[in-house]
């Protein structure tokens, strides 16, 4: 099993080169080592011979791309170098590697984006934090539409390599290369769209270091948590797999819970119940056979349920009601101190009243699920926690505000931990744009913490194989077919 990559902000990034440095690496080197790699990507992109243009900016990435334009001119490419800005005004690094160029340094006005077979982008990297203007704005719009290859070095030029947003106007890449780890805008969208394929380049940072200098952030996948997913043994039972119990809507309102509970079920846990008002129990017993039936008039309910010590894990909010009573529940289950997930109707009771889950969730573990819209309604009181440009930082200050692991859906959705561990998930799919789809995440994550996966494993995992689910059915997919998909996605990761 590989390890979890790590993935580093560029503020971490930063420390780790200088790190490099301080243990023995020159930094020239480094940059000779990152554009050496630039130019063996081009090589999978044009056969020998062909036109590439090297844009380089004024900074670290411009030294990237002088090296990568050296080197390949060397092998036999035919190469052109534009330079945004002069080339008595480089520093350091880029100034040592840019005297090895042999070639003319046309202005970037003046590039010939149309004759290339290859536009190499090393304008800006990691360190971007302003929109792009003047010079700079034209060159990317040019580069942009000349309908040529693009390959970006350590990041498309105006995307924000924290955060991932577009600072006025962006490289649209079709591929691009970065260098000992991938950093946030590469997962997170639009950043995602605007890089293409990517590869991360070894230039001799150990993992050590980059451990040393981030180690909090990570992309979700199984790596990071299959170690830990749960594997029945010869003499497992039904009850040392946990008891999920899933809270029911009314008779109008049911199929949510049922989705939920079909995920737990099928995820692993060994018994699953479904909590449901007095009214509804007619309903709810048509549909079910494996899962059994609770009547459950509310929070009393609720409550008396709960003396059972064998319920560990519990589903709050799908089609619950948007109401107190939802949050008298979620305060039972709290006091109760199982396993929680909440989402939908129980987040959205709390709109505005965020202040009642302030540490509320630190004594049992609990995930959150919400989407951008519960999310900024639970916390639109909460400028602290809804200001910050990082979707990651959100969700962290979100995550210990509340106590809770954070699970902040998307095409990038993010799982925080309160301990500062995040992961971002980048297997989804749009097919999971359907209804009942969150419902049955729930159910998943539910399903594992039933089988004591602590809660942050659990919420990458349940994110990761719902979206594993997703893509394997594809077009048509509704929501009763992601549960049947689970078991098959299991037996190719316990494989």
């Known amino acids: 099993m590989t390890a979890p990559e790590l993935i580093l902000t560029p503020t971490e990034m930063k420390k780790a080169d200088l790190e490099a440095v301080a243990s023995g690496i020159p930094g020239v080197e480094l940059m000779r080592r990152a554009g050496r790699a630039v130019a063996d990507s081009a090589e999978k992109i044009v056969s020998r011979g062909g036109t590439i243009l090297v844009v380089a900016g004024p900074g670290q990435n411009g030294g990237d791309g002088f090296v990568a334009a050296t080197v390949l001119a060397e092998r036999g490419y035919r190469v052109s170098l534009s330079l945004l800005g002069e080339p008595d005004r480089l520093t350091g690094d880029s100034a040592l590697v840019a ?105 001799g940072i150990g993992r050590e270091i980059l451990s040393a200098m981030g180690g909090r952030l990570f992309g979700n996948d199984p790596a990071l948590w299959l170690p830990t997913l749960p594997k029945p043994g010869l003499s497992s039972h039904k009850y040392e797999r946990g008891h999920t119990l899933v809270a029911s809507g009314g008779a109008t309102r049911t199929g949510a819970a049922r989705l939920a509970a079909r995920a737990a079920l099928r995820i692993g846990s060994g018994l699953v119940t479904v909590a449901s008002p007095p009214e509804a129990i007619g309903v709810t017993a048509a549909h079910l056979t494996a899962i059994m039936l609770k009547g459950c008039d509310g929070p009393e309910g609720l409550h008396a349920i709960l003396q059972d010590p064998r319920l ?175 078991p098959g996605v299991l037996r190719d990761l316990l494989r």
């Not at 889950?357 to 819209?373: E, I, M, N, Q, S």
């Not at 309604?377 to 602290?384: A, L, Q, S, Y």
């Not at 995550?399 to 959705?413: F, H, I, Q, R």
């Open 312 to 486: 560990n894990a519990l589903v709050l909010g799908p089609a619950l009601g948007v109401h107190a009573n939802t949050r008298a529940m979620v305060a039972v289950a709290v006091h109760a101190r199982r396993s929680l997930v909440l989402d939908a109707d129980a987040l959205t009771s709390f709109e505005g009243l965020a202040s009642e889950l302030h540490g509320a969730f630190r004594h049992a573990p609990t995930v959150l699920t919400p989407h951008d819209g519960e999310f900024n309604r639970m916390f639109k009181d909460h400028p602290d926690i809804l200001d910050p440009e990082s979707k990651i930082e959100r969700a962290r200050r979100a995550a210990t505000y509340t106590g809770a692991v954070v699970l902040l859906k998307g095409a990038d959705t993010v799982v925080a931990s309160p301990d500062g561990r995040a992961a971002i998930n980048e297997n989804g799919t749009p097919y999971l744009a359907t209804a009942g789809s969150g419902d049955t995440l729930c159910g998943l994550i539910a399903g594992l913490m039933a089988q004591n996966l602590p809660a942050f494993e659990a919420a990458c995992a349940g994110a990761w194989i719902h979206a594993e689910a997703g893509a394997r059915f594809g077009p048509g997919l509704i929501s009763e077919d992601l549960a049947e998909l689970v």
């Open 99 to 203: 005297r090895d160029w042999k070639g003319q340094v046309q202005r970037v006005e003046d590039a010939a984006f149309h004759e290339a077979d290859l536009v190499i982008d090393a304008l800006f990297g990691t360190g971007l934090s302003r929109d792009l203007d003047g010079a700079a704005r034209h060159a990317v719009d040019r580069m942009n539409g000349s309908g040529r290859p693009i390959l970006a070095v350590d990041l498309p030029s105006g995307i924000d390599g924290e955060t991932g947003t577009v600072r006025g106007i962006a490289v649209k890449a079709g591929r691009t290369i970065t260098f000992a780890a991938r950093k946030p805008c590469h997962l997170l969208m639009p950043g995602r769209a605007f890089s293409g394929s990517i590869e991360v380049a070894d230039i």
